[in-house]
């Protein structure tokens, strides 16, 4: 099935930073190369599937999809959150079609088998001919929804599609090196930024963690912070991140609420890690945000940005308006990213281009991330 790297491919990629070359355009263009991608990087690896908050109260379902395959995150009558293939075990109808709230039951379209919230099969009519309900489904035999294997961190629920992987907290242990002991626990979330890139998902996290483009595509966030003063992202396991230290001055003019606890330089750290394969975290003395980039198909992306403030600044109504102004914000960030990753993906169907140069200062954690994707596929 598919194609993969060839000898040559990956071997440039292993080369030092100043000598490599990137993944080629295949990686980027072709359909079947995301087919590949789909058996690999994103059922091996655990992957963010949503919230929690999404399914706050018992019964509440919330569609999911990852790499094309439909989930479904479930709210029991136990209060556990579950993740269901969204698919009926009888002939494979899709099960659920909507997001719902407060449900009991969920009952299959076709022939109407139902499951409760666990995923247990309740009840087949007619399914012993006319008239002969199987009532007892769930205590006779054995049939329930496939269950995806899921863990949790924070308000983030994470699915891995072949139940192979390391445990979550090893997938999440380079964060803890990397992010400085930093306290999520007080952040509360509030809202949600969604947008669309015109880009294999690949290009917009690349994009993401290319500190380089900041002062030639964001003006305002190079205002607040020029060039000067940011340094490229590194890589360390399934992890890319960069950091950056905001002045106190700065910090004194938001008027959200900060992190409380933090001490010494940890007050004023921006640390931004995107864990592979999509999943980005940004944490500022003042917010919390999950980037959740997902491919809707070979040269489409999808972003789901959450913003989260400390406790009660997320719903407070005096911090509206700044919540307001932080969400349009990001906004137009992404939208001045949306254009720049277009035109990547416009540009990699040139034949010519090969894979590209790598600034050693800066493009350290593009070829690192490349590297991951190698190491998923071969
Ligand atoms: S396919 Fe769902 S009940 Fe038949
Ligand atoms: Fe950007």
Known sequence: MGMSLDQSALEALRKPVAEARGLPNAAFVDPDFHELEKQTVFSKSWVFAGRKSEVPKQGDIRLAEIAGEPLIIVRGRDGAVRVFYNVCPHRGARLVTEDRRGTRIMTCKYHAWAYDLAGRLRTRPHFNGPGLHDEKAGSTECVSLFEVRTDFWHDGIFVNLDGKAPPLPEYLAPLD???EGFDISQFAYADTVSGRFNCNWKLAVENWSDVYHVFAVHPGLNQMMDQGQRTGADGDGNLIY?????????????????????????????????????LAISFHPTMFLFWDFKPIGHDRTRLDLHLYYVASAAHDPDHAATREGKAKYYTGLNAEDEEVCRLMQEGRQ?????????????????????NLVAQSIT
């Open 177 to 179: 090196r990397q992010a």
């Open 242 to 278: 960069f950091r950056w230290r905001y002045d106190e001055e700065f910090l004194s003019r938001d008027p959200l609420p900060r992190v409380q606890g933090l001490e010494g330089s940890a007050r004023t750290l921006a640390f931004n890690g995107h864990l592979y394969p999509g």
């Open 350 to 370: 040139a034949r010519g281009y090969d894979g590209g140069r790598f600034s050693p200062f800066w493009d350290r954690g593009t070829l690192h991330f490349a």
